[in-house]
């Protein structure tokens, strides 16, 4: 396949999109158990959360994942299989999460946590941190 590629419209929108759904990043109490846009929209969150699937990761893996627990936002990320999860990621949501509470005005900042590590869909994950609401 050598060349030029196919000529694209520029105008035209794309079908569909290459982020992931709000409900496979956003969980409810646990991470597996997918939340309902209902219940975003009753907490005021569904707008945040929706663009914040937009903003940039490494190689576009959107390596992170929220949990809701009631009055607070635990933010998972992805482990390698070299058992590493790439901070500057995290770093990435945690500054558009912020930016993005603030135009729903909620003015406040992550607090950086630690725990074991977790499984879901064969892939591990890490708690990074938890923003109270």
Do not use: C
Not at 31 to 48: A, V, W
Not at 89 to 108: H, L, R, S
Not at 127 to 132: A, S, T, V, Y
């Amino acid at each position: 396949a050598f060349g030029y590629p196919k000529a694209k419209n520029p105008f035209l929108q794309e079908p569909f999109s290459s982020r992931l759904d709000i409900q496979d990043i956003v969980f409810d109490g646990e991470i597996g158990k997918k939340i309902s846009m209902e219940d975003l929209e009753k907490r005021g969150l569904d707008d945040l959360f929706y663009y914040i699937r937009f903003a940039p990761s490494n190689y576009n893996k959107q390596p992170w994942r929220f949990i809701l627990k009631n009055d607070r936002v635990v933010l998972l990320l992805e482990v390698s299989e070299e058992g590493k999860t790439d901070l500057m990621d995290a770093g990435i949501i945690m500054y558009y999460f912020v930016e993005m509470a603030k135009t729903i005005g909620i003015n406040k900042q992550w607090n950086i946590t630690e725990s074991a590590t977790i499984t879901h869909n064969g892939k591990s994950y890490r708690q990074i941190g938890e923003f109270l609401l």
